[in-house]
């Protein structure tokens, strides 16, 4: 059973695996990026990105998601409590990233659609979901959990055209089927 928890040091050992899974690959979530190696003052960290406290400037708060099977993380999601401009062409309202053994299952759609779910509960109405358009599997796991297709453009920040998606949360995510 795939489980959407919030970030505890219980789960140190997975998250450190996870991490060396992930190698020298660019690592999504951003939240992936922060310093674990004192895991208890990681924990704090995120805990406090979600409450908006010690937030460099410009950023907003947001709450990371660790999805969990079998005791294992498996993939880890970030919310975005509200959007900036920058964030609004660069960032959207949620990063989500698989586990690489974990890829290929699903694992990616189940991630996104409890974490709309957590969105709802914020009361967020819509969600700004952004991806390269070469990145295909994120395409498809925004698309599978009820994602429009907004508009294409590029970002010198970016070598390759970028998605803008929009997920409408008016209907109940615990709803959503294959698309």
């Known amino acids: 059973m795939l489980s959407l928890i919030k970030p505890t040091v219980e789960y140190e050992q997975s998250y450190r695996s996870y991490i060396q899974e992930l190698g020298d690959s660019e690592r999504y979530p951003f939240t ?22 010690g937030l460099p400037d410009g950023w907003v708060p947001h709450t990371t998601f660790w999805l969990v099977e079998h005791e294992e993380i498996v993939g880890v999601s970030s919310l975005r409590h509200h959007m900036t401009d920058r964030l609004k062409r660069l960032g959207g309202h949620i990063g989500f990233g698989v586990r690489p053994s974990a890829q290929g299952r699903g694992i990616g759609k189940e991630l996104l659609r409890q974490t709309l779910i957590e969105a709802r509960r914020l009361g967020i109405p819509e969600v700004l979901m952004i991806c390269l358009k070469d990145n295909v599997a994120s395409s498809r796991v925004i698309l599978a959990n009820g994602g429009t297709l907004e508009s294409e453009y ?17 209907a109940d995510p615990d709803q959503r089927t294959d698309a």
């Open 154 to 170: 590029s970002a010198p920040e970016y070598s390759g055209l970028l998605q803008r998606y929009v997920i409408s949360i008016d």
């Open 32 to 53: 992936l990026d922060f310093e674990y190696d004192d895991f208890p003052a990681l924990v704090t960290q995120l805990k406090n990105c979600s409450l908006g406290i």
